[in-house]
């Protein structure tokens, strides 16, 4: 069908006012102009938001598909980096085309409108029931479906941003890559859009331009013309309204991905530098521990061989001649034992307060729903079991002083022999704890080595907790140090103590020897029994005639 039959008298109707319709008429053309500039230019700047978004999308996947510590900073940059702000530049100056665009489009379907409200009722009220459905047939399939999609399109988006919105470590490398997929996938259909949108201008272009070019009284006759102008200026708006809305939530989405992303990241860089710093500290201490026990080593050489010369069976002589600087060397080793173990308690302690510090600072996105609490394993529980028996044997040590002390003249020999039969026990039992420190040390290396290591989605809450291992791992080892130090105290007391009493009884040994005379008649024997043998041989040689 085709206009009412009465528009040619209509024309002659005072109220057709054909020069408002003209002006009116020519600020749609005008805004038509300034709508395909503005679609040209969002276009190439949609262009370029798919590429970066691609690009950003496609380093985030490579990022972490061979994930290791030192991707954490790489990821954080991009998030934080001259790509990431041109992207964010870029949707920025896509929303504010798409307002602009709007704003285009009212005017060019006010400025048609008022044409229409200047022509006589009855054709105004054809064209107000006809506008829409004249330009039906322009939309392709591809076209009527992203104008029926765009709500689904912002909901989709909308489910990305409360991803990001609540973002843990376990969901951040899928969230991440979903967002700016979605980013990427967005902004080509709105630059789509734009292509639409400039194509329907490009036809309000046309129309306006052919309806100005004919003189006024002429200009009637092109009524279906703005039919279709109208309806084309219909559906620029709506389409601009609703990338308007599809670009107001790729900004948020890139503005918290951007935002969420960078700090996860950040965080996860800044704990793995403190990882990676604290490691020396922790060689260092397991270096101390061996050192230790090394020393202990040398502490079990310096008592070995006390108990036969102590031994109440044994020759006095053996007793007179006891050197009593191997109790010194005991002690001083003792205290060398005591240093090293202090500096790798020091060093372990050191460590970890800078990890928990760290992991204090890490944001609730990173540590909510990880336990601090880190189960102790099976050597753990044996090493726990065996600080708790070092306390009888502290006791029995202390016993042991002060049965030294009190032992009158008889019974010190055979107390003597009994502490010092003793010490290789009680060495053995320092030295397991030494182990104990340098096996704590150990986990804590290997707990930094496997943060520093590779990372996957199935390890990430494993490696955090390896932080909280660490920490744990160091309060153990200082407990296991100061039960160490008790004993080495309580161990050169001893032996101060034995020192003391062994001095004691070598000089009653000395003082009886010198007076009984026995260990001149033993030495006289001795001489007398060298002569006859060196008689005997010499008798013997003359026989052979050597």
Same mark, same amino acid.
């Given at each position: 069908?085709?206009?009412?039959? @009465? ?41 370029? &938001? ?31 980096? $001259? ?20 704003? &285009?489009?009212?005017?060019? !379907? ?16 054809? /064209? ?58 967005? #902004? ?5 859009? *734009? ?20 003189? %006024?009284?002429? %200009?009637?006759?092109? %009524? ?5 102008? /109208? ?30 992303? #960078? ?25 101390? @521990? ?23 069976? #044994? ?6 001649? *006891? ?6 060397? =005991? ?46 394993? $099976? ?15 502290? $006791? $029995? ?8 002390? =009190? ?7 055979? !107390? ?6 003793? &010490? ?12 104990? @420190? ?8 290997? =707990? ?13 809450? #494993?490696?955090?907790?390896?932080? @909280? ?11 296991? %140090?100061?039960? /160490? ?30 007076? =009984? ?26 026989? *052979?005639?050597?």
């Amino acid at each position: 069908m085709g206009i009412c039959t @009465c528009a040619t008298d209509c024309i002659t109707q005072p109220q057709l006012k054909l020069e408002t319709i003209t002006q009116n008429i020519q600020t749609c053309h005008n805004a038509a102009k300034q709508t395909i500039t503005l679609c040209t230019s969002t276009i190439s700047t949609g262009d370029k &938001l798919v590429t970066t978004g691609e690009s950003i999308k496609e380093s985030l996947i490579g990022a972490v598909t061979d994930l290791d510590a030192e991707s954490f900073a790489v990821i954080a940059d991009l998030m934080d980096g $001259d790509m990431a702000r041109e992207a964010k530049e870029l949707a920025a100056s896509m929303r504010t085309h798409s307002n602009k665009c709007m704003e &285009l489009s009212m005017s060019m !379907v006010k400025s048609l409108e008022d044409s229409v409200d200047a022509l006589p009722d009855a054709i105004e009220s054809y /064209i107000e029931n006809k506008a829409q459905q004249s330009i039906t047939d322009e939309l392709s399939t591809e076209e009527r479906g992203l104008a029926t999609n765009i709500d689904e399109d912002v909901k989709e988006l909308s489910t990305c941003i409360d991803a990001i919105e609540n973002l843990k470590l376990m969901t951040a490398i899928q969230s991440g890559s979903n967002a700016f997929t979605a980013i990427a996938s967005k #902004s080509e259909i709105c630059r789509k859009i *734009f292509g639409i949108i400039r194509k329907f201008a490009n036809s309000i272009t046309t129309i306006t331009e052919a309806i100005l070019a004919l003189d %006024v009284s002429a %200009v009637i006759s092109k %009524v279906k013309d703005m039919l279709k102008a /109208i309806g084309l200026c219909r559906y620029i708006k709506q389409f601009a309204e609703g990338c308007k809305g599809l670009m107001e939530k790729i900004v948020s989405l890139f503005e918290g991905t951007a935002g969420k992303l #960078s700090l996860l990241w950040k965080a996860l860089s800044s704990a793995k530098d403190r990882m990676a710093e604290s490691l020396m500290d922790v060689i260092e201490a397991q270096s101390s @521990c061996e050192r230790a026990g090394e020393k202990m080593n040398k502490l079990r050489s310096s008592t070995d061989g006390m108990e036969r010369q102590l031994n109440p069976e #044994s020759s006095l002589t053996l007793l007179k001649s *006891f050197n009593h600087n191997r109790f010194g060397d =005991s002690i001083n080793a003792a205290r060398e034992i005591d240093d090293e173990m202090m500096g790798a308690k020091s060093k372990m302690e050191q460590a970890a307060n800078a990890i928990q510090q760290e992991y204090n600072s890490l944001p609730p996105m990173i540590t909510d729903g990880i336990s601090d609490t880190v189960d102790d394993d $099976d050597d753990v529980e044996l090493a726990k079991t065996r600080i708790a028996s070092m306390e009888s044997e502290l $006791d $029995d040590m202390e016993k042991s002083i002060e049965t030294i002390k =009190s032992a009158d003249s008889l019974q010190a020999g055979k !107390v003597l022999y009994d502490e010092v039969s003793n &010490l290789p026990q009680k060495i053995d039992a320092c030295q397991d704890m030494i182990e104990i @420190c340098r096996n704590c040390a150990s986990k804590g290396k290997l =707990s930094i080595d496997s943060f520093l290591g590779k990372w996957s989605l199935e390890t990430a809450v #494993s490696q955090i907790q390896q932080m @909280c291992r660490l920490v744990s791992t160091s309060v153990f080892m200082k407990e296991v %140090v100061v039960q /160490i130090q008790r004993i080495l105290s309580v161990m050169s007391r001893l032996l101060d103590e034995l020192s003391k009493r062994v001095k004691s009884v070598a000089n009653q040994a000395h003082q009886f020897l010198n007076e =009984s005379g026995v260990e001149s008649r033993v030495e006289s024997m001795i001489d007398s029994a060298g002569d006859a043998v060196a008689d005997k041989l010499g008798s013997m040689i003359g026989k *052979f005639n050597f």
